[in-house]
T-cell receptor, first 110, second 114 residues
Framework: LAKTTQPISMDSYEGQEVNITCSHNNIATNDYITWYQQFPSQGPRFIIQGYKTKVTNEVASLFIPADRKSSTLSLPRVSLSDTAVYYCLVVRTGANNLFFGTGTRLTVIP | DVKVTQSSRYLVKRTGEKVFLECVQDMDHENMFWYRQDPGLGLRLIYFSYDVKMKEKGDIPEGYSVSREKKERFSLILESASTNQTSMYLC?????????????FGSGTRLTVV
């Protein structure tokens, strides 16, 4: 599976848009990009998934360029409750194992 | 919403004890997983199961075993607990190995072995 690299931590003020970029240079044709969110003392929660271009849901947007070697999770107008660890995963179709790295710890400041 | 329920939020066990961690999901998911999460190491897969009575080793199965007698229940067993098994244990389930549904995690069991 393609290894992912993302920043260890980020800070943002409330109300700002936050973009977390993940690189996955060795992504394969049948790999998807998935993001999870984890609050303290809870299990990770699926946020969004995409293959290419742009995906948007009620929580976030995911931007994937044509070469798919990176992806950007965009959180619009963050609030204090968005403080969490965000994990970028490359997932192979049909695979049963998710590889979670150490994620990006986002801290939203009032 | 799919619910994955782990029987205990916190457990304290003694070295050498046999420990059972229970996980139940309520949406007829095929796949179930056990991960452990440690600071600086992220989540690591211990075992997973894609069907009743089926199990596959993950990345760190040593010192653990699992049981899946019913589709909704997946148990993690520490045969003889050791202090290096102190960790947060997370159970997850997914409908299939496909990517359309994501994985649903439980809230975790924080196990301390003393």
């Amino acid at each position: 599976l393609a290894k992912t690299t993302q920043p260890i931590s980020m800070d943002s003020y409330e109300g700002q848009e936050v973009n977390i970029t993940c690189s996955h240079n060795n992504i394969a044709t049948n790999d998807y990009i998935t993001w999870y969110q984890q609050f303290p003392s809870q299990g990770p929660r699926f946020i969004i998934q995409g293959y290419k271009t742009k995906v948007t849901n009620e929580v976030a947007s995911l931007f994937i360029p044509a070469d798919r070697k990176s992806s950007t999770l965009s959180l619009p107008r963050v609030s204090l409750s968005d403080t969490a660890v965000y994990y970028c995963l490359v997932v192979r179709t049909g695979a049963n194992n998710l590889f979670f790295g150490t994620g990006t710890r986002l801290t939203v400041i009032p | 919403d799919v619910k994955v329920t782990q029987s205990s939020r916190y457990l304290v066990k003694r070295t050498g004890e046999k420990v059972f961690l229970e996980c139940v999901q309520d949406m007829d998911h095929e796949n179930m997983f056990w991960y452990r999460q440690d600071p600086g190491l992220g989540l690591r897969l211990i075992y997973f199961s894609y069907d009743v009575k089926m199990k596959e080793k993950g990345d760190i199965p040593e010192g653990y075993s699992v049981s899946r007698e019913k589709k909704e229940r997946f148990s993690l067993i520490l045969e003889s607990a050791s202090t290096n098994q102190t960790s947060m244990y997370l159970c997850a389930s997914s409908l299939s190995a496909g990517m359309d549904y994501g994985y649903t995690f439980g809230s975790g069991t924080r196990l301390t072995v003393v």
